[in-house]
């Protein structure tokens, strides 16, 4: 029974009081139990994960018929799979089966997009819920991302920040929250659009670089 390290999303509230997602560490090991094979959680390595004389001391008396390769776990915290997400167009589509994929619950991220106020990304699924309307929006523009970007920038910017929460790009979310209108940061309608279109647009560059 190998020991390995495994990743899940975890929320982590700053001392303002708001909330970023980040990726904690797991040390986990499959079992057998009636013939199942089954994940057993060992121990929680947290945001910045070590290999510490402790964690091998602990282990050993815990579980010494779980043979842990601490080169292996090492080497796993050192190098953490990437963060996959779907592009923008397919996030737009199925962003609630991508958010619940990545671990994460729908209506707490949605509260986090529309920072407790909005809930663009249910709005754009109601817009988008017909295929008739699909379709009519490609034909219109292209894409899905197009049209909004054209039609409801708001819509577009919830979706590319969405992309940003769930792929960890801690200091572009920070950015874009720092910058983006909001109950604090009064911007008149033509101001807003422009942040929304200049953000959306930077993402997808990034995405193709």
Not at 10 to 27: F, P, T, Y
Not at 128 to 144: F, K, L, Q
């Amino acid at each position: 029974m190998p020991a390995s390290v495994c990743w899940h999303p975890e929320e982590q509230r700053r001392d303002d009081g708001s909330v970023r997602s980040v990726r904690s560490a797991w040390l986990v090991a499959d079992v057998s139990d009636d013939g199942e094979s089954q994940t057993r959680y060992l121990a929680y390595l947290g945001k910045r994960p070590q290999v510490t004389k402790q964690l091998r001391e602990e282990c050993e008396v815990l579980y010494p018929e779980i043979k842990i390769d601490w080169v292996e776990v090492a080497r796993a915290i050192e190098n953490p799979p990437p963060v996959v997400a779907p592009d923008l167009e397919a996030l737009a589509q199925h962003w609630s089966e991508s958010v619940i994929e990545q671990g994460y619950e729908p209506i707490e991220i949605e509260a986090r997009i529309g920072r407790g106020r909005q809930r663009p990304l249910s709005d754009l699924s109601r817009l988008i819920e017909d295929a008739g309307v699909v379709g009519r929006i490609e034909r219109t523009s292209g894409s899905i991302m197009a049209y909004m970007l054209e039609f409801h920038p708001n819509y577009a910017y919830a979706v590319a920040k969405l992309y940003v929460l769930l792929v960890g790009r801690e200091d572009e979310l920070e950015r874009l929250e720092e910058e983006e209108p909001s109950v604090f940061r009064k911007m008149p309608r033509a101001d807003q659009v422009k942040f929304w279109r200049g953000s959306v647009e930077r993402i997808q560059l990034s995405l193709n670089s």
